[in-house]
């Protein structure tokens, strides 16, 4: 009789498969599944994933614009602590 698995605990596996540095045969016998198994989960939410293939762009400009926000925010604090030098040098 095959374990039924929620997909909450096939989405885990996959992310430790594919982020611990462990082999696919160490991981699934770890978590008591067939490698062929988690094999197959592996490949069904890497394809849930994929992003179709008009999406390039809109994913190049979101990385942009978060890296551009990453640097706001960067520059944002260099002035708060900027402000608060000169406002201590008040006599």
């Known amino acids: 009789m095959a ?24 991981v699934a016998s770890d978590l008591g599944v067939g490698l062929s198994t988690l094999g197959k989960w592996i490949r069904a939410i890497s394809e849930e994933a994929k992003a179709p293939e008009g999406d390039g762009d809109l994913l190049r400009e979101n990385e942009r614009l978060r890296k551009e926000n990453r640097i706001l925010r960067e520059e944002r604090e260099v002035l708060k602590k900027a402000a608060q030098f000169f406002a201590a040098q008040k006599p």
């Open 3 to 26: 374990a039924i698995h929620s997909d909450e605990f096939k989405r885990d596996a996959v992310r430790i498969a594919l982020t611990s540095g462990l082999t696919r045969r160490q």
